[in-house]
Nanobody
Framework: QVQVVESGGGLVQAGGSLRLSCAAS????????MGWFRQAPGKEREFVAA????????DYADSMKGRFTISRDNAKITVYLQMNSLKPEDTAVYYC??????????????WGQGTQVTVSS
């Protein structure tokens, strides 16, 4: 099993910045990708960003490009989401996930509990 724990959410004014952290622990070998989704009230969960554990290639949702940056610390098995120029529409619960290969080469997902980000106008 893999445990995923987010931190760093909070309340910030529009135009401000926040950095989210996500630490994975447990059976973290064969990690493939870690990343973030978010879910605003009344909306579906949407992809934010992800980073491949090997090579560090990052992907972003179009609306986050240029404002959000995902990075990783291999030694700490932790990913970070630096969020700049925040907008009220970025208000959501941000969920971290870890995707890794099982012993049978299947891809497994593990999710955190989520951290609230609120951007005031």
């Amino acid at each position: 099993q893999v445990q995923v724990v987010e931190s760093g959410g909070g309340l910030v004014q529009a135009g401000g910045s926040l950095r989210l952290s996500c630490a994975a622990s447990g059976r973290t070998f064969s990690m493939y990708v870690m990343g973030w989704f978010r879910q605003a009230p009344g909306k579906e969960r949407e992809f934010v960003a992800a980073i491949r554990w090997s090579g560090g290639n990052a992907d972003y949702a179009d609306s986050m490009k240029g404002r959000f940056t995902i990075s990783r610390d291999n030694a700490k098995i932790t990913v970070y989401l630096q969020m700049n120029s925040l907008k009220p529409e970025d208000t959501a619960v941000y969920y971290c996930y870890a995707k890794k290969y099982s012993d049978t080469a299947a891809l497994l997902y593990y999710w955190g509990q989520g951290t609230q980000v609120t951007v005031s106008s």
